[in-house]
């Protein structure tokens, strides 16, 4: 089973709008990353917000984490066609491993 | 910025082939990654290296060898290309000091048909 998942395979939205990823996760982190993977592309990462971090923005980014419920949010506002993508979140791989192990993705489109 | 590049962008081999799939970061960095990207399955860790001559065991390593040959340079290895080995298989990198706190730096991807 996933360490990390996304709640939604799809969403869609207008542009202009405002679209959240939820993602939850199994074990105790360090930090969580949230990924964007732009089709024929590798995934890039958008922010990284520590476990004793409760809110992180990045312009029109914005990433929540809830340790107590292991689960966290990425928000975009004004939303643009070219935010369509593949959102990953991405946590620890648990017993002090190295690495990131992700979550299966949400796919976000953006439509005019 | 960041730079990794990999090679070939796309192969296809027969079942028992021996491929080998080629990563190259212009970073500095000194953690290096294979992944593949399965539909349903996402991106799983094959092997990692924190520096020349370091290898790592990921998630999914069985039927992959891995070399890190030099600082920049990380090598994917199937000596017996079976179809389950079919993929994209995207390399990373990242600063050393910990990569569960560092950004990754993912290339292109490659992407692998074993027939």
């Known amino acids: 089973s996933q360490l990390a998942e996304e709640n939604s395979w799809a969403l869609s939205v207008h542009e202009g709008e405002s679209v959240t990823v939820n993602c939850s996760y199994k074990?105790?982190?360090?930090?969580l990353q949230w990924y964007r993977q732009k089709s024929g592309k590798g995934p890039a990462q958008l922010i990284l917000?520590?476990?004793?971090?409760r809110e992180k923005r990045n312009g029109r980014l914005r990433a929540t984490l809830d340790t107590s419920s292991q689960s966290s949010s990425l928000s975009i506002t004004a939303t643009r066609c070219e935010d369509t993508a593949v959102y990953f979140c991405?946590?620890?791989?648990?017993?002090?491993?190295?690495?990131?192990?992700f979550g299966l993705g949400t796919r976000v489109s953006v439509f005019p | 910025e960041a730079a990794v590049t990999q090679s070939p962008r796309n192969k296809v081999t027969v079942t028992g082939g021996n491929v080998t799939l080629s990563c190259r970061q212009t970073?500095?960095?000194?953690?290096m990654y294979w992944y593949r990207q399965d539909t349903g399955h996402g991106l799983r860790l094959i092997h990692y290296?924190?520096?020349?001559?370091?290898?790592q065991i990921g998630d999914v390593p069985d039927g992959y060898k891995a070399t890190r040959t030099t600082q920049e340079d990380f090598f994917l290895l199937l000596e017996l290309a079976s179809p389950s080995q079919t993929s994209l298989y995207f390399c990373a990198s990242s600063e050393g000091g910990g990569g569960n706190y560092a950004e990754q730096f993912f290339g292109p991807g490659t992407r692998l048909t074993v027939l």
């Open positions: 917000i520590r476990s004793n971090e």
């Open positions: 290296s924190y520096g020349a001559g370091n290898l």
């Open positions: 991405a946590t620890d791989r648990g017993n002090y491993a190295q690495g990131l192990t």
């Open positions: 074990t105790s982190i360090t930090a």
């Open positions: 970073n500095s960095h000194n953690y």
